[in-house]
T-cell receptor, first 114, second 116 residues
Framework: AQSVAQPEDQVNVAEGNPLTVKCTYS??????LFWYVQYPNRGLQFLLK??????LVKGSYGFEAEFNKSQTSFHLKKPSALVSDSALYFC????????????FGKGTRLHILP | EPEVTQTPSHQVTQMGQEVILRCVPI?????FYWYRQILGQKVEFLVS????????KSEIFDDQFSVERPDGSNFTLKIRSTKLEDSAMYFC??????????????FGEGSRLTVL
């Protein structure tokens, strides 16, 4: 079975500081990993994904994520946080040998403090 | 930029009533999904749909739920007899077949269902 864990319900970061939102996963086989962002009363917006290749993937709005196979992690990062980055962030996974749904973590609320 | 559109944005209904939520996926996409989110919490998978049939469904998707693609553009979720616990935000998503199973899902803005 596929699963995703986001251990932090909330992360607070001062504007201008680097941010990290943690994610670990469990799948059988190779994972396809995704990050989505949700602003208040909005749908989920795709940020970035890891399929294969370079472990560091870059996405929208200056975000990046690092795939670590040995630690089964896919942490979301940004070098310098903006107040506008405040939102709910979801990590998601699909097993590479499946062709259907992606499974989401419970989400981490990111607060960027001015 | 093409997008997934959902209607209605908000529906209030009485317990026991039937509800139909509508979605227009991105036009060249072939995989369709419904997810739900209760009170801004976890996003839960309900059902996936491909080639005019259900590919997979979760335990949440019981006999009260059904999906249809009645024409070439709409994808609907029907709840036959709503319960209080069906109150949630329902998201439709679609995926492009050309990306095979590496493709990301594109989500609509959601339909908020309130059951009284």
């Amino acid at each position: 079975a596929q699963s995703v864990a986001q251990p932090e319900d909330q992360v607070n970061v001062a504007e201008g500081n680097p941010l990290t939102v943690k994610c670990t996963y469990s799948v059988s086989g190779n994972p396809y990993l995704f990050w989505y962002v949700q602003y208040p009363n909005r749908g989920l917006q795709f940020l970035l994904k890891y399929i294969t290749g370079d472990n560091l993937v870059k996405g929208s709005y200056g975000f990046e994520a690092e795939f670590n196979k040995s630690q089964t992690s896919f942490h979301l990062k940004k070098p310098s946080a903006l107040v506008s980055d405040s939102a709910l962030y979801f990590c998601a996974v699909r097993a590479s040998n499946r062709d259907d749904k992606i499974i989401f973590g419970k989400g981490t609320r990111l607060h960027i403090l001015p | 930029e093409p997008e997934v559109t959902q209607t209605p944005s908000h529906q209030v209904t009485q317990m026991g009533q039937e509800v139909i939520l509508r979605c227009v996926p991105i036009s060249n996409h072939l995989y369709f999904y419904w997810y739900r989110q209760i009170l801004g919490q976890k996003v839960e998978f309900l059902v996936s749909f491909y080639n005019n049939e259900i590919s997979e469904k979760s335990e949440i998707f019981d006999d009260q739920f059904s999906v249809e693609r009645p024409d070439g553009s709409n994808f609907t979720l029907k709840i036959r007899s709503t319960k209080l616990e069906d109150s949630a935000m329902y998201f439709c998503a679609s995926r492009d077949r050309r990306n095979s199973n590496t493709g990301e899902l594109f989500f609509g803005e959601g339909s908020r269902l309130t059951v009284l």
